[in-house]
């Protein structure tokens, strides 16, 4: 049989040819991955038989281990002809002391809460029936040791007098999205730092709220508030005067500020404390210079809204209303 012999152009023609038939070979055998359905694989749809299924084993084998510490209790001897002991029911003081005690819970926050409640529904009861509240109020007492330093004024009359150095001031608080929590009465002390009271007094009598703000509260401490001034009214730091023995931290209510922390007065803003509780630890610390003549209840029912460590906010704190009583 005589073989022809190709050239060398046809046999790299041939070549190229077979390599571009091998690129496009495609396998009959389907090599793509085959797809998997995620809630085969986690078996959502039976956890829950799984879970059912797990509560059944868990019972049968807590049946199973009182059984075989009863048998290990009794040795094994088992009376089938002794009557079964009917079992004692089981008391229900100690769930009733339980609803009790969460009883009680629910009235005192209750209670909080009608201590911070108003009404003004007339009832058309005489004026003279009506139970009157009788509320402790700061006697005015002359500070003359404070005042001796002011010899070249010329002071005028008591009464004038009682109004210039005691000047009373309102809080309406409310807890934003909760309720209203009440007003507090605060009685300022001109001859303990007037400067920050003429800011105080300026503040409530133009009615600024919206510069006031509640930052922080320490349950059982006191709160953390901040007054912001116009540039007009900035007070200077070192040209603040005060004096220490006008009024000490005796009583819960007292409005006071630290001389150490007063950064803020170079960015027109006051901060000031409004204690819940006497601490007598703050005084020759904090300059005092306002006691709550009324409303103290009312910072009793706002603990619950800070944090104990932090003094973070639960439920936002703001003043809705603030004013100038007398």
Avoid at 19 to 36: A, F, G, H, T, Y
Wanted: positive net charge; charged residues 30%; proline residues 5%.
């Amino acid at each position: 049989m005589e073989v022809t012999r190709l050239s060398e152009k046809r046999r790299r023609q041939q070549l190229d040819e077979y390599k571009k038939m091998i690129l496009d070979v495609k396998p009959r055998v389907d090599d793509v991955p085959p797809k998997l359905n995620v809630r085969d694989m986690l078996r959502a749809s039976k956890l829950r038989d799984d879970c059912n299924a797990f509560e059944r084993i868990r019972r049968m084998n807590n049946e199973l281990l009182r059984n075989v510490n009863i048998i290990s209790r009794i040795g094994g001897q088992l009376d089938t002809f002794r009557e079964r002991k009917m079992n004692s029911a089981r008391s229900r003081i100690p769930l009733i002391l339980l609803q009790n005690r969460y009883i009680e819970r629910d009235n005192i926050k209750f209670g909080q809460f009608l201590k911070t409640v108003g009404t003004t529904l007339d009832t058309h009861v005489a004026p003279h029936l009506l139970r009157h509240v009788r509320k402790d109020s700061v006697e005015f007492v002359l500070p003359a040791q404070i005042l001796a330093k002011y010899h070249q004024i010329k002071m005028p009359p008591y009464s004038q007098l009682r109004r210039l150095l005691r000047p009373v001031i309102y809080f309406d608080f409310y807890v934003k999205g909760l309720r209203p929590a009440g007003r507090i009465t605060i009685q300022l002390y001109t001859e303990a730092c007037p400067q920050v009271v003429l800011a105080f007094v300026r503040a409530c009598r133009n009615g600024d709220k919206n510069k006031i703000f509640v930052n922080r509260l320490f349950p059982g401490l006191w709160l953390d508030c901040c007054l912001l001034l116009p540039q007009e009214q900035k007070i200077k730091p070192k040209h603040i005067e005060y004096d220490m023995r006008a009024l000490d931290h005796n009583r819960s209510g007292t409005l006071a500020f630290t001389l150490d922390q007063q950064d803020a007065l170079h960015k027109d803003a006051l901060k000031f404390t409004l204690s819940v509780k006497p601490l007598q630890v703050l005084n020759g610390k904090r300059v005092a210079f306002g006691v709550a003549s009324s409303g103290t209840k009312v910072l009793d029912s706002m603990q619950v809204f800070g944090m104990k460590k932090s003094g973070k906010l639960t439920k936002s704190i703001i003043i809705s209303d603030m004013g100038l009583l007398v």
